[in-house]
């Protein structure tokens, strides 16, 4: 029977599903507008020359990001580009916002043991706390996409969550069909940016640990991962295929020293200088990035959410075995416990196996940025699993979630104040712009200003993260200088102003020389002022 308390638990759980994203929409208008080096380098040039069809016509006018897939970039350029700064950036929070509304459709399943209103109320708690870490926090409203992919990771889980009474002991064809849906939106993520990658093994390998008959987890995360293929197929099979295509390597240059193409040096291309220096740091690594961010990333925040799962989560295992091996009772008082107990062992196995894969991978934190998400949920189950009475692991776990977001001070990767437009640059004018070809120096992030020149102008980088006129055993140095060289139209140059002397030794080393009377200042409302300058043929006086 439906008693009016569970009538208002169903309608505040409604209006959080719906209103969470306006929330963080909103939240996103108050941290100010996104400037971030990465938009400023690729994010935005990429969408850009992939709607326009530059794709093969500039080139590396976004150091080595120029081979990233652009699809994830698309949604929000055209929401930048044609609409006011404001109701864009509004838009984009509010999509990274629906993170929120999965966190607690997920939340929900987790605790169905709950009654309603209870369930309700503790699932918008940790839902809320999920969108309010110092990495989460941070990307708001931002392009690095680690909240966006985010939805596939979180809508994969919150499928399972709801699925798992059936998967464990229903019917086959449907539990197998949920378990490859759940693989589809995880696939799909990693599709669209390939260090997803290590959820979508985390979950996959999370259904070997379900109190289920050992064949019926093998298919489970055998269906998981057929949709996992599927799901990388639909998100980046078209990119892979073009990478393969013209390159060898379908996702070139990364893995180069396995495709060996020859358009690249035959390098993993793996940025390393994340890793931690010795074994004992990576083994304990938690304990040193929680206090020293930088080494995990561009700029400081902080956060305790992965150090405290990086204590209970073992802690709550060992005794959780224990427990086991010891008999019923301890199996009757976690029973009693808020969240369920198989999606607490498929969760809490998923987010380890992640996290094992990201020191060993990445050590880069915004791509932790979707278990730091699920941390809240993810802790109330590892204190879950401690063998304190109830009311004791109930204020356990209020104390320790309120230790962890009172503490939190979010990233910031640059934001300025809100503008009309998300991008302007004011671009001097160019006399015959479709002969004229722009050589990218330095290696700053610039290509954001591409937009704002004239059509017809060609883009070539000599300067990147990819290549340098000096490189060695990177074959793209000759597609780069055979480009230079076939061009009989003017020449200039565009670096920001302290890149200019580099780049015009850069230039000399391709036979051209760079003219400093020519130079002229290019504004913009992202960034330091940009230099545009006059090219000449060495031998010509």
Sequence with gaps: ?????????????????????????????????????????????????????????????????????????????????????????????????????????????????????????????????????????????????????????????????????????????????????????????????????????????????????????????????????????????????????????????HMNHIFKSPFAAISDYVNVSFFPPGVLQRLFFPFVFTFSPLTVGEVPYFDLRVLALFVLVPLGAVCALIGQAAGGSASRERAGWLTDGPATRFLLVAISITYALWVAMFCIYRYLVPLEMLAPLALVMAVGLLPLARRLRIGLAVAVLALVQLTVQPADWGRVAWADRWVTAEVPPIEDPDDTMVLMAGYWAISHVVPSFPAGVTFVRIQSNFLQPDSVGNGYLAIMKDKVAAHRGPLMMLSTIPDTPGGAKAAALLGLRLDPASCRAIPNNLGEPLNLCGITHAAVE
């Excluded at 209103?19 to 507008?33: H, K, R, S």
Aim: charged content about 10%; overall charge positive.
């Design 1 to 253: 029977m439906t008693t009016p308390a569970d009538r208002r638990a169903r309608l505040a759980g409604r209006a959080f599903l719906l209103l969470a994203p306006v929330a963080y929409g909103l939240l996103t208008l108050a941290f100010g507008m996104d400037a971030n080096w990465d938009l400023r380098n690729y994010h935005w040039y990429n969408a850009y020359a992939l709607l326009t069809g530059r794709l093969g016509r500039d080139l590396l006018a976004a150091q080595m990001p120029t081979f990233y897939s652009p699809v994830l970039d698309v949604p929000f350029y055209l929401l930048a580009a044609h609409l006011p700064a404001r109701l864009a950036g509004f838009l984009w929070g509010a999509l990274q916002g629906v993170n929120l509304s999965l966190l607690y459709v997920l939340a929900s399943s987790c605790l169905r043991t709950v009654p309603l209103p209870k369930r309700t109320s503790v699932a918008m708690a940790l839902a809320a706390m999920g969108g309010l870490g110092g990495g989460t926090l941070g990307l708001i409203g931002t392009t690095f996409q680690d909240n966006v992919v985010s939805l596939g990771v979180l809508g994969a889980l919150a499928v399972v969550a709801a699925s798992l009474p059936g998967m464990l002991g229903g019917r086959a064809l449907p539990a197998f069909a949920r378990a490859g849906a759940a693989g589809l939106l995880a696939g799909a993520a990693m599709g669209l940016k390939n260090p997803t990658v290590i959820y979508a093994v985390g979950l996959c390998l999370a259904f070997l640990a379900l109190p289920a008959r050992p064949w019926r987890r093998l298919w489970l995360a055998f269906f998981f991962g057929i949709g996992v293929l599927a799901g990388l197929a639909a998100g980046g099979g078209l990119w892979m295929a073009h990478l393969w295509h013209d390159y060898g390597n379908p996702v070139f240059p």
